[in-house]
């Protein structure tokens, strides 16, 4: 949701990225290093050899040979990023800017994790750079183009900044470990000075091998939320994605969302009612996008652990519809040719047509055939109205990944129920960072936050909700 698909981040977003093959709904992140204990052996390369490799790199996209620079992919890209999708999202980038003229020198800067190649290259019409990291056997960890006119010579971490409404004096960052081996994950308790307790929030990713920040582009969504929430006296729990951490492991095993999504989340609840700082009768599940699609069903699963539920920008029809509302969208605002959508289109007409006696081999949209199978009788609405949980129903007017439509799905589904709200917000994209005019994967690129005013409707309704007994 945060495109959607994987497929459409690679076609039509700036930059390219590595998403995984269980997450069909993929946000456009950066690519996702491969975890410590499997980095090669072996010293560090060195400045030298680092900066030949980044000038190798630039010499096979100056020739527009994709395939050649797909072969240098580490594993833990070349599983979730195969060559032809990466073919796409280069040529997306060509289609807006123009063919490369010509490519700089590579350079060499500090990341503040590590070191990370820069490679500029004059487009027809813009310059542009990439971002590559390599590991010890010259391998890509990490590759990434951005405009040089819309973000500084450093990688999308050194770009965010803190909102206005963040006071880092009224909370602190806790380093946490969640969930069960072999799945544990590392994540962040925002806790709000005093001593409690505070009601808390659970921040369920949208789709994709997310960290977590929910990190996309120069955007970190789910730190501003974090933090802008604890400004407010209400603690925030996030963490990296199992995707992320497990993502190769993951991609070999017959993912649904229950392993994805649902089984983390619910571990997260857990852990909160585990804190003597956490009110455990507030605790609340805020999802966004793919996070909001599943919101009810987690909460179903974490039955009477959970007090309320906030959907950002959740979808309520089948994935396949958005996949064609986007992909149309895309193409029509230039971001995308008929050619480069034409392969999503086929897979979600297949997806549309799955029988479930007889499951196809391989992945349609990156995931499984059960994945799809597992979704095709879930309603999320139907789910929220089931579960009768105070339910918070947040859209974006600029958002063209869930729209007015889904919006509509959820109030047709809640008519009546007092324990539903809704609001919109007219500026804000489906990432909730205001902007003007129509929404494109490019802003993304730009630095930015969530808005203030959502910040405050999510703070005021979550510490509105009754304290149990």
Same mark, same amino acid.
């Given at each position: ?73 580490? !594993? ?219 919101? !009810? ?58 029988? !479930? ?109 009754? !304290?149990?007994?």
């Amino acid at each position: 949701m945060t495109a959607v698909l994987a497929v459409l981040a690679a076609v039509a977003l700036a930059s390219p990225q590595a998403q995984s093959p269980s997450s069909p709904l993929a946000h456009p992140a950066t690519n996702p290093a491969a975890p410590a204990n499997q980095e090669p052996p072996g010293p560090p390369p060195s400045r030298e050899t680092l900066l030949k490799w980044g000038n190798e790199i630039g010499a096979l996209l100056l020739k527009g040979d994709t395939d050649a620079v797909a072969e240098r992919f580490a !594993p833990s890209v070349a599983t979730v990023l195969p060559g032809w999708r990466f073919g796409q999202g280069w040529h997306g980038i060509e289609d807006r800017n123009g063919r490369i003229r010509s490519v700089g020198d590579a350079e060499l800067k500090d990341s503040g994790k590590g070191p990370v190649v820069m490679i500029p290259l004059q487009m027809e019409r813009n310059e542009w750079r990439a971002m590559l990291a390599f590991d010890a056997l010259g391998r890509i960890t990490t590759i990434r183009f951005a405009p040089t006119t819309l973000a500084p010579a450093l990688p999308l971490s050194a770009e965010w900044r803190a909102p206005a409404y963040v006071n880092a004096k009224k909370f602190r960052d806790v380093d946490v470990r969640l969930g069960f081996a072999p799945w544990v994950l590392v994540g962040a308790l925002s806790l709000p000075a005093g001593k409690g307790p505070f009601p808390a929030v659970v921040l369920v990713h949208g789709s994709g091998p997310n960290d977590q920040d929910e990190t996309v582009g120069a955007l970190k969504p789910f730190r501003d939320l974090a933090w802008g929430l604890a400004s407010q006296g209400v603690a925030v729990l996030r963490y990296e994605k199992r995707t992320r951490t497990y993502g190769e492991k993951m991609a070999k095993l017959p993912v649904t969302v229950k392993e994805e999504v649902i089984d983390d989340a619910v571990a997260a609840i857990d852990f909160l009612r585990d804190n003597e700082a956490i009110d455990r009768t507030r605790i609340v599940v805020l999802g966004h996008s793919l996070g909001g699609y599943l919101a !009810p069903r987690i909460a179903d699963a974490a039955r009477g652990k959970v007090a309320g539920v906030v959907v950002m920008a959740g979808p309520t029809r089948p994935i396949p519809d958005l996949v064609e509302e986007q992909t149309a969208y895309l193409v029509a605002a230039g971001a995308a040719s008929e050619e480069m959508v034409a392969p999503l289109r086929a897979e979600a007409r297949k997806i549309r047509e799955l029988d !479930p006696k007889k499951p196809p081999e391989g992945n349609l949209l990156n995931a499984p055939a059960v994945y799809w199978i597992d979704l095709a009788s879930y309603d999320p609405a139907a789910k929220a109205r089931a579960n009768g949980l105070p339910i918070l129903v947040l859209q974006g007017e600029r958002d063209y990944m869930v729209t007015a439509k889904d919006l509509e799905g959820w109030k047709k589904a809640l008519d009546g129920a007092a324990f539903a709200k809704f609001q919109t917000f007219p500026e804000a994209n489906h990432l909730f960072v205001n902007g003007q005019g129509k929404s494109l994967p490019s802003e993304n690129q730009m630095a930015g936050n969530v808005g203030g005013q959502v910040v405050d409707v999510i703070a005021a309704w979550v510490k509105a909700l009754p !304290p149990g007994k």
